[in-house]
C-alpha cells in the first residue's frame, strides 16, 4: 500500500483535532484551558523556558484527552453492552488524562506563582 501525500496525512490530522473539538465535551473544556494559558503567556510576559513548561503540560493534556478518546471508541466498538474488563480499561484511560492534568496543574502553580504573588 502507498503512502499517502504528505498533506494528505496533515489534513487528517488537523480533521481528527476538529473532531475532538466539535464532539468532546471535556476537550473543549480543555482547549478555552489551553487559550487562557494562552493568554496568560502574553499577559504575564512569562520568559521563554516558563512558556515551554505551560505549552508542554497544555499539549500533553489535549494530547492525551484524544488517546482517551480513541481508546473508549474503539472499546466501544470491540464491546458495546458492559464489560467489567472494558470498564476497567476505559478507567485507566482516563486515569492517564486525571494524572497529566493534574501534572499541568503543578506545574502552572509553580510557574503562575512568581508572576502573580512576586
Given at each position: 500500500m502507498r503512502k499517502p501525500p504528505v498533506h494528505h496525512s496533515f489534513f487528517n490530522a488537523f480533521r481528527g483535532?476538529?473532531?475532538?473539538?466539535?464532539?468532546?465535551?471535556?476537550?473543549?473544556?480543555?482547549?478555552?484551558?489551553?487559550?487562557?494559558?494562552?493568554?496568560l503567556i502574553f499577559y504575564l510576559n512569562l520568559s521563554t523556558v516558563d512558556s515551554a513548561l505551560i505549552l508542554i503540560v497544555s499539549f500533553g493534556v489535549l494530547s492525551a484527552e484524544i488517546f482517551n478518546t480513541a481508546i473508549e471508541k474503539i472499546c466501544d466498538i470491540i464491546q458495546p453492552e458492559f464489560d467489567k474488563r472494558i470498564g476497567f480499561i476505559k478507567d485507566i484511560s482516563a486515569g492517564a488524562v486525571l494524572l497529566m492534568t493534574l501534572a499541568s496543574v503543578i506545574v502552572g502553580i509553580i510557574v503562575y506563582w512568581k508572576y502573580i504573588f512576586n
Open positions: 483535532v476538529f473532531l475532538m473539538l466539535k464532539s468532546e465535551r471535556n476537550f473543549q473544556i480543555e482547549v478555552v484551558a489551553f487559550f487562557i494559558n494562552l493568554f
